[in-house]
């Protein structure tokens, strides 16, 4: 089985630009969860999307919003870039179904924000 | 308060040597569960074993098992045999239960760096 694939790997942009990345889970799963890991912060939860529903939020600004599509793939959003977004985001799959299995991570999008 | 706590931030092994990682947590959830994963320089992170609050014996998953005391809250990893591809970031995380709405949420520690000598 495919493990979970992100997209694009690496990806550098400017101050106030705005970026959408990729994550397609493993096949039958239907969760999907974003994180944030930075030196600073370390690893930060964003949020979870489950059926295409939004299913748990982390403390992150507006900025940050997501989706998920009927076959499970999702993207995340990124608006007005700020240097302080430079981060490696991880999406992590799950089946989803009791909200409490093990989630399976991808290998992250690297993010530079100058 | 830190939710998972690793006091560790770098640890040295000898090749062939077992090594214990540190982990402790802090929740009022009666249902819990309590991961670790490995991430390597490539920053992939990969899942290594788990640990319902429920379970009655430790979890092992070949070369690793988890030293789980429910009492100190405390959910230690230990790696057998160390090998040098073992070098990496571990970092251990829980996931609470629906009381706390915990759903997928990990929330992780700062991480422990391995370093596997020869």
């Known amino acids: 089985k495919a493990g979970v694939t992100q997209t694009p790997r690496y990806l550098i942009k400017t101050r106030g630009q705005q970026v959408t990345l990729s994550c397609s889970p493993i096949s039958g799963h239907r969760s999907v969860s974003w994180y944030q890991q930075t030196p600073g912060q370390g690893l930060q939860f964003l949020f979870e999307y489950f059926s295409e529903t939004q299913r748990n939020k982390g403390n992150f600004p507006g900025r940050f919003s997501g989706r998920q599509f009927s076959n499970s793939r999702s993207e995340m959003n990124v608006s007005t870039l700020e240097l302080g977004d430079s981060a490696l985001y991880l999406c992590?799959?799950?089946?989803?179904?009791?909200?409490?299995?093990?989630?399976?991570f991808g290998p992250g999008t690297r993010l530079l924000v100058l | 308060a830190q939710k998972i706590t690793q006091t560790q931030p770098g640890m040295f092994v000898q090749e062939k040597e077992a090594v214990t990682l540190d982990c402790t947590y802090d929740t009022s959830d009666p249902s819990y569960g309590l991961f670790w994963y490995k991430q390597p320089s490539s920053g992939e992170m990969i899942f290594l074993i788990y640990?319902?609050?429920?379970?009655?014996q430790n979890a092992t998953e070949g070369r690793y098992s988890l030293n789980f005391q429910k009492a100190r809250k405390s959910a230690n990893l230990v790696i057998s045999a160390s090998q040098l591809g073992d070098s990496a970031m571990y970092f251990c995380a829980m996931r609470e239960g629906k009381l706390t709405g915990g759903g997928n949420k990990l929330t992780f520690g700062t991480g422990t760096q391995l370093k596997v000598e020869l």
């Open positions: 992590a799959s799950s089946i989803g179904m009791r909200g409490l299995e093990t989630q399976y």
């Open positions: 640990q319902g609050s429920y379970d009655q």
